[in-house]
Nanobody, 122 residues
Framework: QVQLVESGGGLVQAGGSLRLSCAAS????????MGWWRQAPGKQRELVAS???????DYADSVKGRFTISRDNARNTVYLQMDSLKPEDTAVYYC????????????????WGQGTQVTVSS
């Protein structure tokens, strides 16, 4: 009933920029926390950036100063602006969003996007 659609990935040279977007749709009363994860081949999925509802954004040490997470609550959309990209940023990037389905929901349900490939060449 709720799905996340990601876009914005691609192939860029080192030092370039990309902006990822993730739009949630379906049975949504309101969104809670939003975040971005990434997974490189043969590695565990890692948290890149998080945006708690009404809280302070946080970033993995490897991307601090280069990536910026933002959100448009009216559009149920989260963005990841990626600047000064490095080859080690190459991975599949996944958004995840906590969703309250109804006004009486006590806990959010967690949904994942389909993933978008980001490849940074040397």
């Amino acid at each position: 009933q709720v799905q996340l659609v990601e876009s914005g990935g691609g192939l860029v040279q080192a030092g370039g920029s990309l902006r990822l977007s993730c739009a949630a749709s379906g049975s949504i009363f309101r969104v809670n926390a939003m975040g971005w994860w990434r997974q490189a081949p043969g590695k565990q999925r890692e948290l890149v950036a998080s945006s708690p509802a009404g809280g302070t954004t946080d970033y993995a040490d490897s991307v601090k100063g280069r990536f910026t997470i933002s959100r448009d609550n009216a559009r149920n959309t989260v963005y990841l602006q990626m600047d000064s990209l490095k080859p080690e940023d190459t991975a599949v990037y996944y958004c995840n969003v906590g969703v309250y389905h109804t006004i009486s929901s006590q806990y959010p349900s967690i949904y994942w996007g389909q993933g978008t490939q980001v490849t940074v060449s040397s």
